[in-house]
């Protein structure tokens, strides 16, 4: 029997929200993924990641250039630093010789993102982008298909993002990506690089080579605002009771529903009391501000349109604000089509069967759910995130990977698309893609 490989060592970069959320794959499998250091400015977060993962002190950095500047102590990073620190976190590390597991996007804009797929490129590294909906049973399940000619060419495919209201209030609205000159990065890009991601995916060896694009920021605007409401929902708004955005209503009532961002402030606290948590959401927490006057300036819903060079074509639908979040995907091709529901984990595959006598169409519904492939074991992203994690651990041993493993040259696209449908929808013209470099 071959002796058994021993666990890819890893340091955290960034020991924020998802960064220790991948990290806890570890825990479940020692002897696939070992967390030996982290490397975060934030005391408390290095702190809390060392108790976690019982490494050393030596082995706890306050930033990834004063980890790059040790040298190699693992095999890899996991980096979930944020959007705009993904490129000048990555490039010392990948010269100090780290393969990496990168959050998207993995850069914020066309310059930067060929920067580091060279720098990756010509260094030798193995990174993967965190490209999780790829890795949802849902999405693996269709892209099979598509691999086994099940639908013949895809001619056209339709993509949505239901955005719920409570999502775009704590992410685009109150929260870290609602103003450009912060986070860096646009709505499309924060949210929906996964659904552009999925697009070249689902096209696999066909370049895309227009996109346009048209979106704003239609409800979240003071002049928006309902009648009466105040500035802070807990100290000075009459209409709380009755409103929509209610920050009592996100928040409190739902104390863990978002609470990695809407209650990060007082992660330090351990356990703050009722009352603490009521008087920083009236008092101090972006989160508490009227969500009409939080001075943001990114769009609240965006459409993409896509020509690819052989002639197929393919839209995204992103909107926030919406009643239900959900991902649904319509993909017809020349001998029949995929339609599904990413919430509801299911979709139907129908083919053209123009018998005389019978059905114009046969119907298959694969449901995910029945199937036993359900999510619970794989954490969110509709399973992908564990998932994600098992494929780079297998990415990092040399071993056979999933149809859905994603180097940062796979990445390319999807991202490509992203900042010129952004520049489409700023300047109304229609950008064509640059050829691979
Ligand atoms: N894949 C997905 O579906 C998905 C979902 C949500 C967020 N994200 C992405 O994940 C990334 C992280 O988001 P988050 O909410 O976990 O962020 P976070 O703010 O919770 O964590 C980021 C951490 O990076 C640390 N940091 C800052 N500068 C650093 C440096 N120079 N070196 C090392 N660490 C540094 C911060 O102190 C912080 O702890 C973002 O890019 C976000 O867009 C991805």
Redesign the pocket.
């Known amino acids: 029997m071959p002796a058994a490989k021993p666990p890819v060592t890893a340091v955290i970069?960034?020991?924020?929200?998802?960064?220790m959320l991948y990290a806890s794959y570890a825990r479940k499998h020692p002897e696939e993924l070992r967390i030996v250091g982290v490397?975060?400015?934030?005391e408390y977060?290095r702190r809390d990641a060392q108790a976690e993962f019982g490494f050393p002190a030596e082995n706890c950095f306050d930033?990834?250039?004063a980890l790059a500047a040790r040298g190699k102590i693992a095999d890899a990073v996991i980096n979930?630093?944020?959007?705009h620190?993904?490129v000048p976190?990555s490039l010392p590390l990948l010269a100090a010789g780290y393969d990496m597991l990168l959050?998207?996007p993995f850069a914020v804009n066309e310059a930067e993102m060929w920067e580091l797929a060279g720098a990756a490129r010509r260094g030798g590294r193995k990174v993967m982008i965190?490209h999780?909906l790829r890795y949802a049973p849902f999405y693996a399940a269709i892209r099979e298909r598509l691999a086994a000619g099940t639908i013949g060419e895809v001619i056209n495919a339709q993509y949505t993002e239901h955005v719920s209201y409570h999502h775009v209030a704590v992410g685009y609205v109150r929260g870290k990506w609602a103003r450009r000159a912060e986070c860096h990065a646009t709505m499309l890009m924060?949210k929906s690089c996964?659904d552009l991601d999925l697009m070249a995916w689902m096209k696999s060896g066909v370049r895309p080579v227009r996109v346009a694009s048209f979106g704003s920021n239609f409800q979240f605007r003071p002049e928006k605002a309902p009648a009466r409401s105040g500035t802070r929902c807990l100290l000075d708004c009459p209409i709380e009771p009755e409103c929509l955005y209610s920050a009592r209503k996100h928040y409190l009532d739902h104390p863990r529903r978002w609470r990695?961002y809407a209650w990060a402030a007082l992660e330090d606290e351990k356990n703050p009391t009722p009352e603490r948590m009521y008087q920083h959401m009236r008092d101090e927490s972006p989160y508490g501000r009227c969500a009409w006057k939080c001075g943001n300036d990114v769009v609240d819903h965006q459409s993409v349109a896509v020509d690819f060079a052989d002639g197929s074509t393919a839209t995204l639908n992103m909107i926030g604000g919406c009643s239900k979040a959900d991902r649904t995907i319509h993909l017809i091709g020349t001998t029949g089509e995929i339609q599904g529901s990413m919430d509801a984990e299911s979709f139907v595959v129908r083919r053209i069967t123009p018998a005389p006598g019978g059905p114009e169409y046969s119907e298959e519904t694969v449901d995910l759910k029945v199937s036993g492939d359900t999510t619970g074991a794989f954490g969110g992203?509709g399973g992908g995130d564990m998932r994600l994690v098992a494929d780079f651990v297998r990415f990092m041993r040399d071993e056979p990977r999933s149809i859905s493993c994603t180097s940062i040259d796979d990445s390319v696209n999807g991202h490509l698309m992203g900042f010129l449908a952004d520049r489409s929808r700023e300047e109304g013209r229609v950008f064509e893609l640059p050829g691979p470099r």
């Not at 490397?39 to 934030?42: R, S, V």
């Not at 979930?80 to 959007?83: F, K, L």
């Open positions: 970069v960034g020991a924020g929200h998802r960064a490397a975060d400015p934030t977060r930033s990834a250039e979930g630093t944020m959007d620190q993904h976190t959050e998207k965190c999780v924060a996964h990695f992203h």
